[in-house]
């Protein structure tokens, strides 16, 4: 079995090893930590890879290289390989293996992190977590690619998808003005994300068309963590989606923040899931059963 492809000479562990450095660091020098040694034994394994599989991994680009689509698609193959190997070599030795969950900032804060003490009861103490913030763009790649186990995201970010990606639905929430109890927002800044996002666009929508009454003032913020931490304080109002409400869990116990429905005909609403590479789950033994209680235990964090 596999004769005809180990029988011919250029392919090694240390190859693809080496070769998986380059295609992550994005670069043979910076892969070589810049050993002049080192940066030629990489070239070297990178050209016998290529000629042992018939295929043009790298191209250059300037001063640099590239991956080319082939490469791309060798890397995802090794990555998941060795990913195999290391959990098969964790399990025989009783070692503790690590799973990286990525989502954004708000929802790795108000939705996640909740949730991992029973992510842990359910998967058992075989397994340490790694919180990763990413962008959806840049999580739904890193999940194609190994990098990351789990993604919480929402469902549009999943379009064209492989079909090693998976994915459950999680429940959906909606959004809310989110006001310090006692003020009026009229007399308060309006904290609002800087960035150009939609709901960046829908608050100032709102704003312009006098459906929400503020003061006019604003504080643009780079997190929606930031614009509950400004609530929090008293400083300012802000529109934050309803799962925000752990982060005034305590304060609303004390009736210092009050929450209120935005005035709108169509509700602003996001339906996020839970997603995962199937051939990154199989190599680390964990079911599908154990994912679907994973996800209703994320839906408890939702607002009821």
């Not at 693809?16 to 030629?40: C, K, M, T, W, Y």
């Not at 790298?58 to 290289?65: A, C």
């Not at 003032?217 to 300012?236: D, K, M, N, P, Y």
């Not at 004390?254 to 990154?280: D, I, M």
Request: glycine content about 8%; proline content about 4%.
């Amino acid at each position: 079995m596999f004769d005809s492809l180990l029988s011919r000479h250029g392919l090694s562990i240390d190859r693809l090893h080496n070769f998986l450095r380059v295609a992550e660091a994005g670069s043979i020098a910076d892969a070589a930590d810049r050993d002049p040694s080192r940066q030629s034994l990489f070239s070297r394994q990178i050209r016998e890879l290529e000629e042992f599989f018939g295929a043009q991994l790298t191209r250059r680009v300037g001063h640099g290289l590239e991956i080319t689509e082939a490469g791309e698609e060798l890397a995802v193959i090794i990555r998941s390989q060795f990913s195999a190997l290391e959990a098969f070599a964790a399990k025989a030795h009783d070692i503790r293996r690590t799973l990286t969950v990525g989502a954004g900032a708000s929802v790795v804060e108000w939705l996640l992190a909740p949730s991992l003490g029973e992510w842990s009861e359910i998967l058992g103490p075989r397994f340490d977590w790694k919180l990763s913030n990413v962008r959806s763009a840049e999580g739904v790649e890193q999940l194609r690619t190994g990098k990351l186990d789990f993604l919480v995201v929402r469902d549009d970010a999943l379009k064209n998808c492989p079909k090693t990606i998976h994915h459950v639905a999680l429940a959906g929430f909606g959004y809310k003005l989110f006001v310090p109890r006692g003020k009026s927002p009229q007399r308060l800044p309006m904290a609002i994300l800087a960035s150009g996002g939609q709901l960046a666009k829908a608050t100032h929508d709102l704003l312009n068309a006098g459906k929400v009454k503020a003061s006019g003032r604003t504080v643009e913020c780079t997190s929606l963590i930031q614009v509950a931490s400004l609530i929090s304080s008293g400083t300012a109002c802000g529109i934050l989606p309803e799962i925000a409400h752990t982060a005034f869990a305590d304060r609303l116990s004390r009736a210092s923040v009050e929450s209120f429905a935005l005035p709108t005909k169509k509700p602003y609403r996001r339906q996020l899931v839970l997603a995962w590479n199937s051939r990154s789950l199989e190599t680390r033994g964990i079911r599908s059963v154990s994912v679907t209680r994973m996800a209703d235990a994320l839906s408890l964090n939702f607002p009821q």
